[in-house]
């Protein structure tokens, strides 16, 4: 090693994750047009198939019936961000006073 230390990537490896930290906006957005872009991009395909298999009606039906929902499912997933991670939470938990420890009171009322 050199001195002031050394890479903590091993070359050949890449480097070494170090935190559990879940990806930017930046990421999780870019990551979302795409899945949007993909799933609207596959429209185009199911509507030129139907047009190809137009003998085979029962084939250009279910490829037209494909091709309705994906819009509404593309704007579904693309709005969606992924779900948060469960997080163990410290709570304080107080010391019960003397007076608090016995559970049946008595109750007056006036």
């Not at 091993?10 to 990551?31: C, K, M, W």
């Not at 997933?77 to 008595?106: S, T």
């Amino acid at each position: 090693m050199e001195a002031g230390g050394g890479p903590v990537a091993n070359p050949e490896r890449g480097p070494v994750l170090i935190t559990a930290a879940a990806p930017s906006f930046e990421d999780q957005h870019a990551a979302r047009k795409r899945k949007y872009a993909i799933m609207m991009g596959a429209r185009i395909p199911c509507i030129v198939l139907a047009m190809v298999f137009y003998q085979t009606w029962w084939l250009a039906l279910a490829l037209i019936l494909l091709s309705i929902p994906l819009p509404w499912m593309a704007v579904l997933i693309a709005n969606d961000r992924p779900p948060r991670k469960a997080e163990n939470v410290n709570r304080h938990e107080r010391e019960r006073l003397a007076l608090e420890a016995h559970a049946a009171r008595q109750v007056i009322e006036g």
